[in-house]
């Protein structure tokens, strides 16, 4: 049905203006959803990582082929401790998402024998 009131000349390119304006916040927010989700990645990535260095580890590899390992899967630092009969591994990693640069963190422990 057509409106009763005729367009007003005025209201020309009201819809290229506000696309104009909300384009960039809904670029902005997709990629900061599809950032979130390369974090989660990143991080399950450094997760298998750590895990792969302390089994490595625990069942007596040395270390340097152990921490290698690590360093192949993408961990950028390692943090080995032993405790109370676990050898826990912290791996990390910067990523940077939309311009910032974050430290993506993955940790494990495995049962010394």
Do not use: K, N, W, Y
């Amino acid at each position: 049905m057509r409106s009763p009131f005729p367009p007003d000349a005025g209201d020309r390119g009201t819809v290229t203006a506000e696309l104009a304006v909300v384009l960039p916040a809904v670029l902005l927010v997709l990629a900061g959803c599809l950032g979130a989700l390369r974090l989660g990645v990143e991080q399950g990535r450094l997760d298998a990582a750590a895990a792969v260095v302390a089994r490595g580890l625990a069942r007596g590899d040395p270390p340097a082929a152990a921490i290698a390992r690590g360093t192949i899967a993408g961990a950028a630092s390692i943090v080995v401790q032993h405790r109370s009969g676990l050898v826990c591994v912290r791996a990390a990693a910067p990523m940077p998402v939309l311009g910032l640069p974050i430290t993506v963190a993955g940790a494990a422990c495995a049962l010394e024998p």
